[in-house]
């Protein structure tokens, strides 16, 4: 069974650029939150795909955007970046929208914005 | 607005004594609870949860206990390992909410052999 995993590991972008994170969801899963890490914090979440919709979303502005693909994979865009945006940008996968459906997180991919 | 707090940034036990992790959390709505570690360059790892109609949980060395008119919880590791050491990090959910997990700020634990 392969767990969640991301691309890329690191990236380094300048202010007011765009950036596209990806997700590959753990089989079987329908289900993918995205969460963004700043140094010092807890994750805080950005928004949930379910079976390719939005299915909630966390205090981001509307520059942060997704999608689900069919096969569950995900992806995380966010325009017109911002110094605050660094951090590291976790996806989870889960096999329901449920609380009690534990959430499993990839390793995250760390954005530098300088 | 922090609805949930970890106040300890960091705990330093020895192998072989308890480690005792704290939470805190505002919002009286949440009623389903979990603990996450992580190690550097991994992602959170699951590790216990108890829903609001428990005062405890156990699975193996990792008990969480949830006191809902405190509205704290707690998580003991016994006996503690150096493998143990690692950010914990508390959550705190809605389940009838959208399922999104409000994370503390974590506690790095280090134990020592």
């Known amino acids: 069974e392969t767990g969640v995993t991301q691309s890329p590991t690191h990236l380094i972008k300048t202010r007011g650029q765009q950036v596209t994170l990806r997700c590959s969801s753990q089989s079987g899963h329908n289900t993918v939150s995205w969460y963004q890490q700043a140094l010092g914090q807890g994750p805080q979440f950005i928004f949930q795909y379910y079976r390719e919709e939005e299915n909630g979303r966390g205090n981001f502005p509307p520059r942060f955007s997704g999608l689900q693909f069919p096969n569950y994979s995900s992806e995380l865009n966010v325009n017109a970046l911002e110094l605050d945006d660094s951090a590291l940008y976790l996806c989870?996968?889960?096999?329901?929208?449920?609380?009690?459906?534990?959430?499993?997180f990839g390793p995250g991919t760390r954005l530098t914005v300088l | 607005d922090q609805q949930v707090k970890q106040n300890s940034p960091s705990l330093s036990v020895q192998e072989g004594r308890i480690s005792i992790l704290n939470c805190d959390y505002t919002?009286?709505?949440?009623?389903?609870f979990l603990w996450y570690k992580k190690y550097p360059a991994e992602g959170p790892t699951f590790l216990i949860s108890i829903s609001s109609i428990k005062d405890k949980n156990e699975d193996g060395r990792f008990t969480v206990f949830l006191n809902k008119s405190a509205k704290h919880l707690s998580l003991h590791i016994v006996p503690s390992q150096p493998g143990d050491s690692a950010v914990y990090f508390c959550a705190a959910s809605e389940t009838s909410g959208t399922y999104k997990y409000i994370f503390g700020t974590g506690t790095r634990l280090k134990v020592l052999a």
């Open positions: 919002n009286s709505m949440f009623d389903y």
């Open positions: 989870a996968s889960s096999p329901g929208t449920a609380s009690y459906n534990e959430q499993f």
